[in-house]
């Protein structure tokens, strides 16, 4: 029998944030149910060949949005469960990715090993799609349940009208670990609606053959449109650049433009609007004649299943209200987000997220009340907004190990990231700037202080050769 502090928990995506709440819901003695709409784990890492399912500019029901080539953009050594270490797989254990900035499939497969070592999977519902969450009645407790309507492709219940089972279950608690790559988000820009040619947003992009010999317009230059710029160029007849302004492009990534003028790399300011003829015209008056046109402008947080009854909102990709980017003052505990906080140590940021979720449904932490709550989320953003942040980047955290390791001290008692992982972190960020296509590059020696680390985590030899 399950002891009075346990709660029935509802995990909405088997990614790396929803795993990390199964394994950290269970260690506090909750039943866990996580819901996976796809046919495995791994969430945005479940690399998926042929996405666009005819809509190149939306998600089409494809949730991962990773391009073949994708490697990771920290070191392996940091992107790890903090008991959970991301080593290189030896050859006795079927080969894999050795390099310090591993592709895609070596990091699912990290994620499928903590499944395994942790036993997650009997957990885990797959091809189980979430239509609806929403309040159940009020019983008269302390804290009201949640409604969950799933889709499945095998199970009991009533047969939609595409031979899936729909089904419905009530859970004491909603935690929503759906990622943040799914919902593609789009400028406005005037024409694209009667733009012939082909368009679409990087999450529908996976290959550069079909690209050879066009002309091609990249919207966006961060880390995605950077990747996909490089390898179009290597097809591509020309290649051209759209940025906001010049002032966002970073000194590396001027640094990568600059080696490819053979390869026909343009950098120009935003687009203006697009001409039916194929022409897209920026805002500086220069103009192209395109064959196609990739938007890598980002990501909207989405969450279509979920009613609060406006109690949640989306307002910009400001998520909110919600108190440490993780619990609705007026729905807390009960309801909570694990997953939403970018540019972090991930997954080891989520993993202290979970431990305090899990915490605080068992009872062994407290939250203040939801007045506090509510100030603190309003004083947080309001700040924010002081310091020139757009309300797009709320919960873009900017690699601030101080603010990673205050909550999780703070909230569930989580260990401080280690001072030679900080190190190597901030030297794989000076590295983005200075050289942001050479970056990954393992051509660089690690501090006295990283090697010592990475020693004493067995990354290493105990004595160097």
């Known amino acids: 029998m399950m002891p009075s502090s346990s709660k029935k928990v509802c995990v909405v995506g088997a990614g790396v944030s929803g795993l990390a709440s199964a394994r950290e819901l269970r260690r506090e003695g ?22 666009d399912g005819g809509d190149p500019l939306g998600a089409a029901g494809v949730h991962s949005s990773v391009y073949s080539s994708v490697r990771l953009i920290s070191p392996r050594e940091l992107t790890c469960f903090s008991d959970f270490p991301f080593y290189p797989r030896s050859d006795d254990r079927g080969g894999g990715d050795p ?27 797959l091809n189980t799609r979430v239509l609806h969450v929403g309040l159940a009645d009020n ?5 009201r349940g949640w409604v969950v309507r799933c889709s499945e492709k095998q199970g009991q219940g009533e047969e939609d009208d595409e031979g899936e089972v729909v089904t419905e279950e009530v859970f004491d608690a909603v935690v929503v670990a759906v990622g943040q790559g799914s919902q593609p988000r789009l400028p406005a820009i005037k024409g694209m609606d009667r733009w012939t040619r082909r ?30 710029a490089l390898e179009l160029s290597e097809v591509a007849r ?3 650049v759209s940025v906001k302004s010049t002032e966002a492009v970073s000194p590396g990534a001027f640094k990568a433009l600059s080696r490819h003028h053979n390869l026909h790399l343009h950098l120009h300011l935003q687009v203006d609007r697009l001409v039916d003829d194929g022409q897209v015209v920026f805002a500086d008056g220069s103009c192209v004649v395109a064959d196609s046109i990739i938007y890598c402008t980002g990501y909207d947080y989405s969450f279509p299943f979920l009613d609060t009854g406006g109690l949640v909102t989306v307002d910009d990709n400001r998520v909110g209200p919600l ?29 202290a997220q979970a431990r305090w979720v899990a915490q605080v449904l068992s009872g062994r932490r407290s939250l203040p009340s939801p007045e506090e709550m509510t100030r603190s989320a309003e004083e947080y953003n309001r700040a924010r907004e002081a310091a020139g942040v757009p309300r797009r980047l709320s919960h873009a955290i900017f690699f601030d190990w101080e603010y990673c390791d205050v909550f999780g001290e703070k909230h569930c008692g989580f260990p401080r990231i280690e001072e030679w992982k900080k190190e190597l972190g901030r030297a794989a960020v000076a590295r983005f700037r200075d050289d942001t296509e050479s970056f990954r590059d393992d051509d660089y020696r690690d501090s006295d202080l990283v090697r010592e680390g990475l020693r004493s985590e067995g990354w290493l030899p105990r004595t160097p050769p």
């Open 30 to 51: 909750h039943a866990v149910t996580v819901m996976e709409q796809s046919g495995g784990v791994g969430g945005q890492w479940l690399y998926d060949p042929s996405p």
């Open 99 to 125: 390099r310090r900035y591993p592709g895609h499939a070596e990091f699912l497969r990290y994620i499928r090993d903590f499944c395994d070592a942790f036993g997650l999977m009997d957990a885990v519902r």
């Open 139 to 143: 019983d008269g407790t302390t804290m």
């Open 199 to 228: 368009q679409l947003h990087s999450h529908s992009y996976r290959i550069p053959d079909s690209f050879d010999g066009e002309v091609v317009v990249v919207v966006g230059f961060h880390v995605s449109g950077m990747d996909i």
């Open 238 to 240: 020309e290649v051209h």
């Open 323 to 351: 108190f440490e980017h993780t619990f609705p003052p007026a729905l807390a505990p009960s309801l909570s987000f694990v997953g939403l906080p970018r540019l972090v140590m991930l997954p080891r940021f989520f993993q």
